[in-house]
């Protein structure tokens, strides 16, 4: 079994859908939120972005300590959204294309600060990425309906694009 390539066909797949909800992304509605406890929409799309670049920090580093460091700029247009997750996609899709099988088998931890949040063999940390990517694209959909936004199809073509 090639792992590496499964993974590279799946974060392809990933970054492939979620142009199509970037291309779309309102311009405007970056504060919007369907609830007080929920991500703002600005602040949600640019973590999906983020998300890209995950697989390959992965692979070069052992951890990564969240409380460290700056926090992103929040990216509030469909270029501004598609430029990054590009950058984070090819630089994630090289660390992929170097790796060897033996270098998804160390552990990896997600840290804030002294605290281990999670921790996993790097295999298991880059699908906990991927599976974040479509976790958090679903909490995008479900923004985009909420401000009548025609849903672009994921795993299948959503109620905007079927005719019944």
């Not at 979620?18 to 602040?43: C, V, W």
């Not at 799309?45 to 700056?70: C, K, Q, R, Y």
Request: avoid cysteine; charge should be negative; hydrophobic fraction near 35%.
């Amino acid at each position: 079994m090639d792992t590496l390539q499964q993974l590279r066909n799946e974060l392809e797949h990933e970054y492939r859908t979620t142009q199509n909800f970037f291309r779309i992304y309102p311009e405007g509605k970056n504060d919007y939120a369907p609830h007080e406890k929920s991500m703002k929409l600005g602040h949600l799309a640019t973590h999906i972005a983020e998300i890209f670049s995950w697989p390959g920090v992965m692979l070069e580093t052992n951890d990564l300590d969240i409380g460290a460091g700056d926090r992103p700029q929040i990216l509030s247009t469909p270029d501004e959204l598609l430029t990054k997750m590009q950058e984070h996609y090819d630089k994630s899709i090289a660390a992929l294309n170097k790796a060897s099988e033996e270098d998804l088998n160390p552990d990896w931890a997600l840290k804030y600060g002294d605290n281990v949040l999670a921790s996993w063999n790097k295999y298991d940390a880059i699908r906990h990425s991927l599976n974040q990517v479509t976790h958090h694209r679903a909490q995008l959909g479900v923004y985009y309906r909420l401000n009548d936004i025609e849903l672009p199809k994921s795993y299948g073509p959503t109620a905007d694009l079927q005719s019944f």
